[in-house]
């Protein structure tokens, strides 16, 4: 149990392109959900929590109006890179939590967002 | 913030020998202790936990020791094998499961035929 599934694995993509990338929990109710960055030979960075019905919580550093958020149910939370740059090439994973104390988060497969 | 401290960076050892990798965290509420194995361009997989209320868990060939004193946590792996080659991550938890992670920077294990 507790799968969730991220959408699409592999993006390339010219700059300036908006890229969307979807997570979904497929057999559990997602209380909340994170989204992460890794940059290649680093480690995860947390970028935004977000939950179901409500606006994301941003880190220091992350913006806002760059990495939309939307969690419009408790299975689909998206993350949309608007207007992408070389820069923001990167390795993207979310993972989605029941809100049980003491429980693993459940990780997706991630997306490799290539910005030309 | 937690902050999270982890060593060694990289880590190579025999096949057979053991590795042993220790995350130090900083906010005494830390209750739950991830460790996570992450192969090259795959997401981190957990491979052992371990709650504030237990001392030491052992999964077969893997283990993880807690000290909250300390407030510090280690990963044991014993016999390795050329699969175990990996980045191992630990990610304490004080947030009970509304907080994201703080992850450590990383151990790449390397295992030596």
């Known amino acids: 149990g507790a799968v969730v599934s991220q959408h699409p694995s592999r993006v390339i993509c010219k700059s300036g392109t908006s890229v969307k990338i979807e997570c979904r929990s497929l057999?559990?109710?997602?209380?909340?959900m994170f989204w992460y960055r890794q940059f290649p030979k680093q480690s995860l960075m947390l970028m935004a929590t977000?939950?179901?019905?409500?606006?994301?919580?941003?880190e220091q550093g992350v913006e806002k109006d760059k990495f939309l958020i939307n969690h419009a149910s408790l299975t689909l939370s998206t993350l949309t890179v608007t207007s992408a740059h070389p820069e923001d090439s990167s390795f993207y994973i979310c993972?989605?939590?029941?809100?049980?104390?003491?429980?693993?988060?459940?990780f997706g497969d991630g997306t490799r967002l290539s910005i030309l | 913030g937690e902050n999270v401290e982890q060593h060694p960076s990289t880590l190579s050892v025999q096949e057979g020998d053991s590795a042993v990798i220790k995350c130090t965290y900083s906010?005494?509420?830390?209750?739950?202790f991830p460790w996570y194995k992450q192969e090259l361009g795959k997401r981190p997989q957990l491979i052992i936990d371990?709650?504030?209320?237990?001392g030491e868990k052992k999964d077969q060939r893997i283990a993880v020791t807690l000290n909250k004193t300390a407030k510090h946590f280690s990963l044991h792996i014993t016999e390795t094998q050329p699969e175990d080659s990996a980045v191992y991550f630990c990610?304490?938890?004080?947030?009970?499961?509304?907080?994201?992670?703080?992850f450590g920077k990383g151990t790449h294990l390397i295992i030596q035929p």
């Open positions: 993972s989605a939590s029941q809100g049980v104390r003491g429980q693993p988060q459940h």
């Open positions: 057999d559990f109710q997602a209380t909340t």
């Open positions: 977000s939950n179901e019905g409500s606006k994301a919580t941003y």
């Open positions: 906010d005494s509420a830390s209750n739950y």
């Open positions: 371990i709650r504030s209320n237990v």
């Open positions: 990610a304490p938890d004080s947030g009970g499961g509304a907080d994201g992670l703080t």
